[in-house]
DNA sequence: GGTCGTATCT
DNA sequence: GAGATACGAC
C-alpha cells in the first residue's frame, strides 16, 4: 500500500491492502480460535492461531515482523491476555485487539490503558473483524509521523492523517512501542482516533470493476450502497465509500442522458440531440464473429490503475449538431425489443429515456508505440425511438493523470467529422483533431491505412483475421472493388491533435457488382451512400465498434465483443440491447449513423 | 438504529 | 473533480 503525496491511497498496492494482513489470533478455546480464523480469512486477512498465549509470545519473539497485528483473548489459563499485551507492547510494537465476552466497563478500560487498540465482545462481528486493519494503518501513521517530526524531514509524506508505507512491505516495522511516556501519547491517540481522517479511497480499474460486477449483479434499481459493498468483499471499504462513488456514478450515468446539459459529457464534448428526421450520415457494416481472445475489461467509469483510459458514451445528435459522434442505428431493428425500455440508473429519477453507451479505450501505461493495446469497453445507450449506440470521447481523470503519469489525447472541440473520404481508398483519413490542453500535446494517434502488400502480414504480426471493410464508396460509386481496411496504430508523441487515419484499402476486385440491396450493409457519408459485402467486411475501424475484436494488429488488440468483461461497467438492464444490438448487426442490415467527433483518446 | 440519497465540503 | 462528510428521509 502506498499513499501519495496527495494523500490519496494510490499505488495499485492499495487494491489488495488490505489483503494478506498477517494477524495472530490468541484464544484458548479452540471453537472460537476456529471461528475467528474463518471469519478473518474471508476478509482475505492471513490468520495465525495459537491457543496458548505464552505459545503466542514465543511465535511472535521467533517470528519478528511475521506478524501485523495480534487479537487476543482476554481470559486464557496460561497467562492474563493483558499480560500478552504488555509484552507484545514492550516487545514487537504491534496493534494488539482484545476480545472477551465480558464488555465490563473496567475491563475494557484496564485493556486499553495495557495498550490494547481495540476491545470487542464476543461474539465478535465479521465488520469489526474487516477493519481490524485500520488500526496497523493507524498505527503506521503515528510511527510515520514520529520518525518526520524527529528527523525534521521536509518531505510531505502526509496529508489529511495518510500515511506512506515501505513498498513491498507496508507493515513491516522494526520499531517497538514507545516506552511508557509515548505510551500515553498512544492511548491518546487512540482517543483521538476519530480525528484522523481516513485515507482517501481511489477507485481504480479493478475496484470500480468490482463495483459495477456488484451493480449489475443486483440490478440498477435495487441497488444500495450496502448491498454493492458486501457483493464487492472489498474488507476495507466502507459503505460511505461506496455510496459516494454511486452517487458519483449515479451522476456520471444522468449526465449521459442530458444530450444538451453541458455537463453531460466529458472534456466538454457535448451531447447533442439525435433526430430521426436528420437524415443521418450513416454506413453499414457486417461484422465478422469474434477472432481472438481479449483482456480483462477495465471499468469505464473513468478510473485507472494501471492503464491509460478512455471512453465513449452513448450519445444522440440533431442536425446541426453533430459534433463528435458516431450512432448507430439498426434500420431494421424491431421496436418491440424489450431492451429498447432501458432507464436510467438512477432509481429514483424516472422517465429516463436513454441509457448511456460507453466506449473505452485503454492504452499501456507507457505509450508504446510497438505494443498499444486497445480495450472497448461497451455499454450502451439508448433511446425510445430505436437511437443508437454512439460513442464518445473521454477524457482521463487528471487524478490518473497525475498519477500515472499518463499523457492522453484530448477530444475535439471543435467539430471533427469523419469525413468521407475516410471511406475512400487509400490515403484514408479520419481526422479527429482535437483541440488539446499542454498535457494532451504529448500525444498523437492515428490509424494509418495499409496496402494490399502488407495484407500477409496480419498474420505475421499474429492476428490471424485482420479486420476487413469492404470500400462501398469504391464499390458502388466509383465501380471499383470492396476494399479490405486494416488499421494501424501510431502513436506521435509530438503533435497536438489526435487522429485517426481510417483503414487502408486492400483492393479485392471481388463481387460488388454481385452484391445483393439486401447483402449489403449500407454506409452513408455525408454526401454519399456506400455499401459492404457481407462477404468482405469482418472488422471496421470505427463503424464497428460495437464489434470490436480482440484481434492483435500489429500490436493492437481490439476488444472482443462477446467478452462479458467487457460489459462489465454496462448495468445489466442495459446489456440485451447491446447484446441483442450486436446480435442484430451480425444478422442484418445496418445503417450507422456517423457524427463528427473523435473516436478515440488516448 | 440502519440505510439511503443528496447536498455540501475538502 | 474525486472522494468524504453531513444530514434529513425512510
Avoid at 68 to 83: A, H, L, Q, R, T
Avoid at 355 to 369: A, K, N, R, W, Y
Avoid at 513 to 542: A, F, V
Wanted: one cysteine or more; proline letters at 6%.
Amino acid at each position: 500500500m502506498e499513499i501519495n503525496n496527495n494523500g490519496y491511497v494510490s499505488s495499485p498496492r492499495s487494491d489488495s491492502f488490505p489483503i494478506g494482513l498477517r494477524v495472530l489470533v490468541v484464544d484458548d478455546d479452540p471453537t472460537w480460535l476456529k471461528i475467528l480464523e474463518k471469519m478473518l480469512k474471508r476478509c482475505s486477512y492471513e490468520v495465525t492461531t495459537c491457543c496458548l498465549a505464552r505459545d503466542a509470545l514465543d511465535l511472535l519473539r521467533e517470528r519478528k515482523d511475521g506478524f501485523d497485528i495480534v487479537i487476543s483473548d482476554v481470559n486464557m489459563p496460561d497467562m492474563d491476555g493483558f499480560k500478552l499485551l504488555e509484552h507484545v507492547g514492550l516487545e514487537m510494537d504491534l496493534p494488539v485487539i482484545m476480545m472477551s465476552v465480558d464488555g465490563e466497563t473496567s475491563r475494557v478500560m484496564k485493556g486499553v490503558q495495557h495498550g490494547a487498540c481495540d476491545y470487542l465482545l464476543k461474539p465478535v462481528r465479521m465488520k469489526e473483524l474487516k477493519n481490524i486493519w485500520q488500526h496497523v494503518l493507524r498505527k503506521k501513521i503515528h510511527e510515520v509521523r514520529d520518525i518526520e517530526s524527529y528527523e525534521g524531514n521536509e518531505e510531505i509524506l502526509f496529508r489529511n492523517g495518510s500515511e506512506r508505507f515501505e513498498e513491498g512491505n507496508f507493515l513491516s516495522s522494526g520499531k517497538k512501542r514507545k516506552e511508557t511516556e509515548n505510551k500515553e501519547c498512544d492511548d491518546q491517540e487512540y482517543s483521538d482516533f476519530s480525528s484522523v481522517k481516513k485515507a482517501r479511497v481511489v477507485w481504480s480499474v479493478d475496484l470500480h470493476q468490482k463495483f459495477v460486477n456488484a451493480v449489475n449483479q443486483i440490478g440498477f434499481d435495487k441497488v444500495g450502497p450496502k448491498k454493492i459493498l458486501d457483493l464487492m468483499n472489498v474488507p476495507w471499504l466502507t459503505r460511505e465509500n461506496v455510496a459516494s462513488h454511486l452517487q458519483k456514478y449515479r451522476l456520471y450515468l444522468s449526465r449521459l442522458q442530458k444530450p444538451n446539459d453541458p455537463k453531460s459529457s466529458f472534456c466538454g464534448i457535448k451531447q447533442p440531440d439525435f433526430s430521426q428526421k436528420d437524415p443521418p450520415t450513416t454506413f453499414a457494416h457486417k461484422s465478422s464473429s469474434p477472432v481472438l481472445q481479449n483482456t480483462a475489461a477495465n471499468g469505464s467509469f473513468g478510473y485507472t490503475s494501471s492503464n491509460l483510459l478512455v471512453e465513449g458514451a452513448a450519445l444522440e445528435t440533431h442536425e446541426g449538431d453533430l459534433n463528435g459522434i458516431i450512432s448507430f442505428k439498426s434500420v431494421t431493428e424491431p421496436i418491440s425489443r424489450k431492451t429498447l425500455n432501458g432507464d436510467v440508473p438512477s432509481p429514483r429519477k424516472a422517465n429516463n429515456s436513454q441509457i448511456g453507451f460507453t466506449h473505452s479505450l485503454v492504452l499501456p501505461e507507457q505509450l508504446d508505440v510497438n505494443n498499444i493495446s486497445f480495450k472497448a469497453n461497451i455499454s450502451q445507450k439508448h433511446s425510445w425511438n430505436r437511437e443508437v449506440p454512439i460513442m464518445q470521447m473521454k477524457q482521463l481523470p487528471k487524478q490518473e493523470q497525475k498519477l500515472y503519469g499518463y499523457t492522453h489525447l484530448a477530444l475535439p472541440s471543435q467539430p471533427n467529422k469523419i469525413q468521407s473520404e475516410s471511406l475512400q481508398p487509400s490515403p484514408s483519413s479520419i481526422n479527429l483533431g482535437t483541440s488539446v490542453g499542454e498535457r494532451d500535446k504529448a500525444c498523437h494517434l492515428e490509424i494509418k491505412p495499409l496496402h494490399l502488400e502488407d495484407k500477409n502480414d496480419d498474420f505475421k504480426h499474429g492476428f490471424p483475421t485482420a479486420p476487413h471493410i469492404s470500400n462501398p464508396l469504391q464499390a458502388d460509386a466509383e465501380n471499383t472493388s470492396p476494399q479490405e481496411f486494416r488499421p494501424i496504430l501510431r502513436i506521435n508523441t509530438d503533435l497536438p491533435c489526435m487522429k485517426l487515419q481510417g483503414y487502408n484499402q486492400h483492393c479485392t476486385n471481388t463481387n460488388a457488382s454481385t452484391w445483393k440491396p439486401d447483402q449489403r450493409n449500407q454506409i452513408q457519408g455525408n454526401e454519399s451512400t456506400s455499401y459492404c459485402s457481407q462477404h468482405e467486411s469482418h472488422l471496421g475501424l470505427l463503424q464497428d465498434y460495437l464489434f470490436i475484436e480482440d484481434v492483435e494488429l500489429n500490436n493492437i488488440v481490439f476488444m472482443n465483443y462477446h467478452d462479458p468483461d467487457m460489459f462489465a461497467d454496462v448495468p445489466a438492464h442495459l446489456l440485451d440491447k447491446v447484446r441483442f444490438t450486436n446480435d442484430y448487426l451480425c444478422e442484418s442490415t445496418l445503417e450507422y449513423p456517423i457524427m463528427d467527433q473523435g473516436l478515440f483518446i488516448a
